[in-house]
């Protein structure tokens, strides 16, 4: 009887060699700032797979986050993401490993096979990285020739693992070990090496990582506009201004793309007279910066979510660019593609009517960060973040029109934001005494896109709907607080609102998904007071 090892053990060495190589590509990443595979294949699978699968795993991760009322849904998800990356890559590996065992059982191969399976594999593995990857700083040729050199070694292993195995089947006992205690140990080893490995890996970030240089934000320094409002926002209401380590990110990447801005020029080209080409301090310094205050809504926000956040914008009305193009008369649009593939397209004449669509350089006064999509994405009013690229690197100025990244995945083509109202805060403990009265101050946010808000109403139980007051906005693109101070009844409540937008249609009260419009429906809050 001469047994040899089985598919269940290459399922084990496959899952043990794979974790050795991810390990090795985290160091890897942390030390030369090489591309972490897992991420790629993740994104490259996200890229491929129809858009309907991708949406739903999106709107997955997204409702089992706010199942399980976890804050931060976008930084949750984007963990999320990796985790799941880190997983698919493992399970693949292990039924790599698995093939592999049952092909060498069959019959006898050259003990080089492994190496060369694992040099065949890294090799798909390199080209798909280099296909997706925009956020390794160390050249695409290094973060290749470590995938290939990382899997030659895996499927190594993987065959020094079979033949070590081998023999142990023969004779029960070799080296004093029995299969089971082998693998084992093997286990263990790997484990061991993984944690120091990832260990040190973390340590190594952390030390290199570029030291925060103190640098002053706008917001730090300045008051708001409406820094004298009237109003005072209840207390527990959400910040009118959202810091922007507090802003919601979401792109269709595990990493976001680091563009460097010595490498980068925008391009401009297509049907125009003047086609151009214009580094970030040309943009910065030959056009006049725009400020804006503005809201930006994710449209997979659920109602009440937290993918909206508000920022100081700065960059260039995109009117004052295509005047010095000179864009030809049969031209129609410009054609937006981004460091990440990502793209969407604009109509020329949306942009000639309206000065606040722009190309922003700066958030909070800073250089935008690398999550938020550095060095420049666009601004378009009104419109979901689906429709705005960061990271721009290209506009094409076109007669034809294609539909964006989102839309050929079968979400909305106008992504025209709706009008919504959430309840932040029932602040039961700082209860107003008015006369004999006590009040409770209830509060919150309406947006409506640059359409601004004319009025919300909240609604306590089964009674009337009562106006709520407004707080001035930042900004007319901004979201507006609310307030409404509800006359003291103790007891079990529930407080509903709604609003109106600034051109007097009021929000659509009808609960709606978010996929492929964007969520409506009322928010309401549940609270209970205690007798006084
Ligand atoms: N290049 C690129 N731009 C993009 C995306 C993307 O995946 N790639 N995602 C869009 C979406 S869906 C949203 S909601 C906004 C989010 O911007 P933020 O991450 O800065 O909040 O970016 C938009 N711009
Ligand atoms: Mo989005």
Known sequence: MHEKPNAGQGTVAGF???VLSLMIFFLAQGLFGTAFVPFDLFDWMARILPGGLVTFGIDLIVSIIAALNLENTSGTAKTAEHILAIFIMLILGALAGRLLFSLWRRSEHDPRSGLIIGVLIGAVLAFISAAVNQSATASQFVSMALIAAVFAGWGGVLRWLYDRLTPLFSHELAGGLNRRQFLIRVGGATAALTFAGV????????????????VRTWSADNPLPNTDAALQPAPGTRAEFTQIQSHYRIDINSLPPVVRED????KIHGQIENPLELTLSELRENYEPLHQFITLSCISNPVAGDLIGTQRWTGIPIKRILEDVLPHPEALYLKITSADGFDESIAIERIMADECIM?????DDLPLTTAHGFPLRIYIPDRYGMKQPKWIMDI???ERYDEGFWVRRGWDEVARVNATSVVDTVAIDSLIEQGNQALVPIGGMAYAGARGISKVEIRVDDGDWQKAQLRQPISDLTWVLWRYDWPFEAGEHTVYVRCVDGQGVPQIETSRGERPSGATGIDSRWFFLSGS
């Open 396 to 398: 094409e100025v076109t």
């Open 263 to 266: 490498d980068w020029k925008l």
């Open 359 to 363: 190309l922003a350089y700066a958030w």
């Open 199 to 214: 260990g040190f890996g973390a340590v190594v970030r952390r030390t290199l990582a570029p030291e925060d240089e103190s």
């Open 16 to 18: 043990l060699a794979t």
